[in-house]
């Protein structure tokens, strides 16, 4: 009996010893396998944010692993929820500003986005036309001016005054305004007649294949919107300069960073060519009629 006893008490023993040895192995082999998951994570699980991310396997990503070649999105990651932060304070902080709420209020499919200088708001069709509002602020968040402007594939362009685009909003569409096809209208104070004329360097003229001045060819009349102003809308700096150099009657715009304007009135009728800097191809004309 007392054997008997003896041989349970030490297959007992056994037995739980082994549980513990198990138990051990699989705390051990787990707590490893969550490790070099939390390792591998960037390599299994990439940004969602990333444009263009590269999909690994998990072999792929052990190898990286084994050879601590792992991409590591760490920085990345933080200067997204950086920007994401910051996003979220720049919307919040113009909610309550009359264009923005006007905006919403006429466009409910609104969307918005945020850059480093300006909270963009946007609604229409890729197919018809659209309207874009800019509110630009200073590094310390302060708001500067705004810009609203309609477009059709930056083909029919034109610009509303700043103090009119509550009134825009609320009693006006995002239409072609009569406008012919490739010429841009500029709406201010509902009068063509009395506001000077603008041309847009608009996102991406850059590009090959995309719009560099709109419009290209704009006509003035002496007395009536003989003040031509150019709107640097794109990401980079530009630069407008008079293809007979100094001895025109306005020479250069100097360079234009993004947001920068730069204003030249005309005071002889004619036809004064002129050409981007640094990029001659963009070429652009004003005709300048007799009152």
Known sequence: MQ??????????????????IIATIGIIVSGSTIYIYDQMYDCLNHPIWMKHPRNYGIDDCLQMYYY??????????????????????????????????AFYTKHDDANVSVRDDHVSYFAGKESGFQSRMN?????????????????????VQYEVAQEDITHYLENKDCTS???TENQSKIVSKWDFRKEPSYVIIPLGSILEGNPYLIPEVITVVLGIN???????????????ASDKGGDDSWGSTGVLHPG?????????????????QPHPWETGKVIVLEK
């Not at 003989?226 to 407008?240: F, K, P």
């Not at 920068?260 to 981007?276: A, K, L, M, Q």
């Open 177 to 179: 305004n009569n406008s």
């Open 68 to 101: 601590q070649t792992l991409p590591d999105y760490t920085q990345a990651r933080e200067n997204y929820a950086k920007e994401q932060a910051h996003r979220e304070k720049m919307i919040e902080l113009f909610s309550d500003t009359p264009e923005v709420v």
């Open 226 to 240: 003989n003040t031509v102003t150019w709107i640097n809308q794109d990401d980079t700096a530009h630069g407008i």
């Open 135 to 155: 509110l630009y602020y200073t590094i310390d968040n302060e708001l500067t001016h705004m810009i609203f402007y309609c477009f059709n594939e930056k083909s």
């Open 3 to 20: 054997m008997e006893m003896y041989w349970r008490i030490c297959l007992l023993k056994m037995k739980t010893r082994l549980l513990i």
């Open 260 to 276: 920068d304007s730069f204003s030249v009135t005309f005071y002889s009728p004619g036809i004064y060519e002129y050409h981007g």
